[in-house]
T-cell receptor, first 115, second 115 residues
Framework: EPEVTQTPSHQVTQMGQEVILRCVPISNHLYFYWYRQILGQKVEFLVSFYNNEISEKSEIFDDQFSVERPDGSNFTLKIRSTKLEDSAMYFC?????????????FGNGTRLTVT | AQSVTQLGSHVSVSEGALVLLRCNYSSSVPPYLFWYVQYPNQGLQLLLKYTTGATLVKGINGFEAEFKKSETSFHLTKPSAHMSDAAEYFCAVSVRTSNDYKLSFGAGTTVTVRA
């Protein structure tokens, strides 16, 4: 069964550094998402992406965050200048249709640790 | 605003015993509800979903959930727990945003299975 793949599985970075989290969604999916889960907290929505543009973003997704689909297969999340509070598990997800009807398929996540 | 609340952050059951995980929703419109499971070091995997129609929904691995509008509940059950059911379980509701839908997750319930 096709899977969403995320790399790396674990990223350690220093505060103030830029990080790029990478995702390869399922190939025929059209909707792409990033969620995050801070340790001990709920899974939170960050951003959704469709037709090469952001369709929705949460208040967490400020100017330090950006997403890109550079080559038609990868879907990346960039954090420009990481803060300690960005430490979390970041999940990429994709869906063949809009999220109400079509369940999201999640990757295994990237654990980001900011020191 | 649509949201879900999971009652009980930890549930411990004996192998072979009933698993019951509670989820209540808050929604002014007919909700689309989901249960996801997260095994250790893995991503979120869809167990089952309720959209419309039959209120008893069967999912993977022997799990099922019943949508009860009168009780605003969507509890997850499995008649006989297996050791492999040890995981974290998340209830979620699909929430309409300006341009898309997003999942709003509950806080999660960690299930441990005793031999």
């Amino acid at each position: 069964e096709p899977e969403v793949t995320q790399t790396p599985s674990h990223q350690v970075t220093q505060m103030g550094q830029e990080v790029i989290l990478r995702c390869v969604p399922i190939s025929n999916h059209l909707y792409f998402y990033w969620y995050r889960q801070i340790l001990g907290q709920k899974v939170e929505f960050l951003v959704s992406f469709y037709n090469n543009e952001i369709s929705e973003k949460s208040e967490i997704f400020d100017d330090q965050f950006s997403v890109e689909r550079p080559d038609g297969s990868n879907f990346t999340l960039k954090i420009r200048s990481t803060k300690l509070e960005d430490s979390a598990m970041y999940f990429c997800a994709s869906s063949p249709g809009q999220g109400k009807h079509s369940p999201l398929h999640f990757g295994n996540g990237t654990r980001l640790t900011v020191t | 605003a649509q949201s879900v609340t999971q009652l009980g952050s930890h549930v411990s059951v004996s192998e072979g015993a009933l698993v019951l995980l509670r989820c209540n929703y808050s929604s002014s419109v007919p909700p689309y509800l989901f249960w996801y499971v997260q095994y250790p070091n893995q991503g979120l995997q869809l167990l089952l979903k309720y959209t419309t129609g039959a209120t008893l929904v069967k999912g993977i691995n022997g799990f099922e959930a019943e949508f009860k509008k009168s009780e605003t509940s969507f509890h997850l059950t499995k008649p006989s727990a297996h050791m492999s059911d040890a995981a974290e379980y998340f209830c979620a509701v699909s929430v309409r945003t300006s341009n898309d839908y997003k999942l709003s997750f509950g806080a999660g319930t960690t299930v441990t299975v005793r031999a």
